[in-house]
């Protein structure tokens, strides 16, 4: 029986591959994929979703959601590292897309109609998800479980000293999320970031006869310059695909019930994800956290799903 999923997204380099392994794959009933803003403004992150779903034509379409404005201030994107269009700069043309639905419309619809059923995989901010909770007193009780990527155990960020981009993007949203009363699974940073993929990455997906290999061989290759220019690194990072992996192959995670929450005030620490470390502390646990994960088998694993 396939797993029913949702995915919110902020399209993104990494939710392109992401979304590439789901949609093919006969493991999932992708029944929504819903656009958030994160590395891309709102409006762009909903044309995006369009893009990924026209250029891949997956053999069954969900429905698709809107993102809107998160309500953060501080909110900055990572066009810096998705390129100005976040699909690396690829120049797809995309048809006007229709009136689409907001995205925490959409979420709370299918999880109604289909109560229990639903795994919410959020692969950018939590702005949606905790805009769901709020539109809807019954949706979290409904809700199989949350797989999320994001935050930090180490306590070291990526987009800032201390926090993690989905996080830092939408703190408040973050926090009410990761304290909802439903089963959530946080792949952090440290997990996801220690898949490097070299370059050998973009020979090894299909070709370009293959929607994925045409799609892929468009996008990807900016990752690898950004990464390059911006961060001195020679390989890439492709969170989310590892966090949708959890949920393929769950077996190449090791996760551990701990109690997180998230700050919201501080001037160094805002969107920093603090987890209870102390020994001997009953601090009721709120999330299970991939704290390990079989790295080659987890490289291996994504490419074989981009080559199903
Ligand atoms: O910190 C990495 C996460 O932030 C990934 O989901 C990436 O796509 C961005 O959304
Ligand atoms: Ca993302």
């Known amino acids: 029986m396939p797993r029913r999923i949702i995915l919110d997204c902020d399209p993104g380099i990494d939710d392109s591959v992401a979304l590439s392994m789901a949609l093919f794959n006969k493991a999932f009933d992708v029944v929504a994929i819903t656009a958030v803003e994160g590395n891309v403004p709102a409006e762009m992150a909903t044309i995006n979703v369009q893009t990924v779903i026209e250029q891949l034509d997956p053999p069954r379409l969900p429905r698709l959601g809107a993102a809107t404005a998160n309500d953060n201030a501080d909110y900055r994107d990572a066009c810096f590292i998705h390129g100005g ?119 090894q997906i299909p070709d370009e006869s293959k929607p994925i290999g045409a799609f892929l061989r468009q996008v990807v290759p900016y990752l690898f310059r950004s990464y390059h220019q911006q961060l001195g690194l020679e390989t890439v990072q492709i969170h989310d695909a590892i966090a949708l992996l959890q949920l393929l192959e769950p077996e190449l995670f090791e996760l551990e019930p701990m109690a997180v929450d998230v700050e919201v005030k501080g001037e160094l620490t805002r969107g920093m994800t603090v987890f209870e470390k102390r020994r001997g502390k009953n601090v009721p646990h709120n999330v299970e956290v991939a704290r390990l994960v079989d790295v080659s088998a987890a490289r291996q694993a994504v490419l074989k799903y981009l080559n199903a």
Request: hydrophobic content about 40%; glycine content about 8%; charged content about 20%.
């Open 85 to 203: 269009d976040g699909l690396g700069e690829a120049g797809f043309v995309t048809a006007d897309h229709h009136h689409r639905h907001l995205s925490e419309k959409i979420i709370c619809d299918e999880v109604r109609a289909a109560p229990g059923e639903i795994d919410i995989v959020c692969l950018g901010p939590l702005t949606n998800v905790a805009r769901a909770i709020q539109r809807d007193p019954q949706f979290i009780e409904n809700v199989s479980q949350i797989v999320m990527m994001g935050g930090s155990f180490s306590g070291i960020g990526n987009i800032t000293q201390t926090a993690e981009f989905n996080i830092h993007s939408d703190p408040e949203s973050a926090r009410e999320v990761l304290h909802a009363p439903v089963k959530k699974v946080l792949i952090p940073l440290d997990i996801t970031s220690q898949v490097q993929f070299s370059l050998s990455f973009i020979e």
